[in-house]
């Protein structure tokens, strides 16, 4: 099976590639980088006015299976994921029952077989994600998961929390945090600030994101152990980590589009949409994480794609579930906010969104290397539309980008040398 596609403008920022060339996919894997390739027999893919990257990889995803399949399946979700550009993606243990054990792990991987998507399912820090007992990551580390989080429903015990790090350490895995102390955000809808008050209600304050990255910096700079954190939002927590990574912490971090793209006010508008844990924060929450995103202190941008049913998000604010979807935008949303802004280069978007990603997870993904599984990405960097929920292949309609013009249209994906996704 080759597959040659041609005139594309390929950038592989992995090997500092940016240059109009041709890539041949043989038996899945790339065979051969270069300018006017010919493969005789081979299918032709004319990628003329294209950018050609490696697949993108998404850290951190929902895909609720097993046990809420209403808000979304294996299979939806990694349709969602191949519309959006996405090849490898790592899923969320917050599942019924929770990825705490190697069968589920097995369980998730096989459901995604079928799909093409490179599906890497993360393991449960603790039993039933309860805080209480932590979970075999020996067990969970043979059946395959990349890292340890308890995302969703994060440990709040410090003893148990360093307890985990020194285990995880021992297996060389890393652990993925959700920051926020459970105390001070209890189940409130919103970040603390004009907003909780213009509405009257309990507010997440920004401090107890900051603080748990803090304790967490702390921790991983005493155990040795890689900390992740999770889905960054604050202009401070972002500042934490930057001082931590210079003076040589093991820590590394992600945002997500919502945190880069939109303020708290955002609720007002749009209500429980725009409910999300963290929540949407200040403008100076918003530049903050665009200059984190343009100076390495965040390593990558990631979804948190979370999707729920209608239902549920057409309940009053403090009711609803928070979460948005986020697999089918966040190239666009990427592309808009921090490229066509000028912020950064095209290379560096698609790094954050690919090779770093796979590489701080020790993941053999996210560059277009000789020999490696054939994983891509064709996108239009400046074709211009309309983010419209009612063709998200995912079962989640749960987006406050319903109506947003964005500029970035993923045209093909493909997987392992196979074109999983083709637009229209
Ligand atoms: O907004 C969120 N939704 N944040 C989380 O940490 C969990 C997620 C979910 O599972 O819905
Ligand atoms: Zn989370």
């Known amino acids: 099976m080759l597959l040659l596609i041609r005139n594309g403008r390929v950038i592989d920022p992995a090997q500092g590639i940016e240059d109009r060339l041709d890539v041949l996919i043989e038996d899945g894997r790339i ?39 209403g808000k979304e399946t294996v299979t939806t979700g990694c349709a969602a994921a191949a519309r959006g550009g996405v090849t490898t993606l790592v899923a969320m243990p917050n599942t019924k029952p929770s990825t705490d054990c190697p069968d589920i792990v097995r369980l998730v991987r096989k459901k995604a077989v079928p799909t093409g998507i490179n599906v890497l399912p993360a393991g449960a820090v603790t039993v039933g994600q309860k805080g209480e007992q932590l979970t075999d990551f020996a067990a969970l580390k043979s059946a395959g998961v990349p890292a340890l989080t308890d995302d ?113 006010e955002e609720v007002l508008r749009q209500g429980a949409m725009a409910r999300v844990n963290p929540p949407l924060r200040t403008q100076a929450d918003v530049e903050g994480i665009r200059a984190g995103l343009a100076d390495g202190a965040i390593d990558a941008i990631v979804t948190d794609h979370a999707p729920h049913t209608t239902e549920e998000k057409s309940r009053p604010l403090p009711d609803a579930p928070s979460g948005m979807v986020g697999l089918e935008t966040s190239l666009a949303l990427a592309l808009t906010g921090l490229y066509h802004t000028g912020l950064l280069p095209l290379s560096r978007v698609i790094a954050l969104m690919s090779s770093s990603p796979a590489s701080l997870l020790g993941l053999d993904r996210g560059t277009l290397a000789v020999g490696r599984d054939a994983d891509l990405v064709l996108f239009d960097p400046d074709e211009a539309w309309v983010i419209d929920k009612n063709r998200f292949a995912s079962k989640g309609r749960n987006t406050p980008f319903h109506g947003r013009a964005v500029q970035g249209r993923v045209k093909y994906t493909i997987s392992r040398g196979t074109i999983i996704y083709q637009e229209g």
């Open 152 to 264: 969703g429903l994060p440990i709040q015990n410090l003893a148990l929390l360093r307890q985990a790090m020194l285990e995880a350490k021992r297996l060389g895995l890393p652990l993925m945090d959700h920051c926020e102390d459970k105390d001070m955000v209890q189940n409130f809808a919103v970040n603390e600030g004009a907003v909780s008050r213009q509405l009257d209600l309990p507010g997440r304050p920004a401090i107890a994101e900051e603080l748990q990255i803090m304790r967490d910096v702390m921790l991983a700079e005493e155990t040795g152990t890689h900390v992740h954190i999770c889905h960054i939002s604050t202009a401070k927590g972002v500042d934490i980590v930057r001082q931590a990574k210079a003076r040589g912490v093991r820590v590394t971090c992600e945002t997500c589009p919502q945190y880069f793209t939109l303020t708290q």
């Open 31 to 69: 065979a051969r980088l270069g300018q006017t390739l010919s493969a005789p027999g081979a299918q032709m893919l004319d990628a003329s006015g294209l950018i050609v990257a490696p697949g993108l990889v998404d850290l951190h995803v929902h895909l609720r299976e097993p046990g809420f399949e």
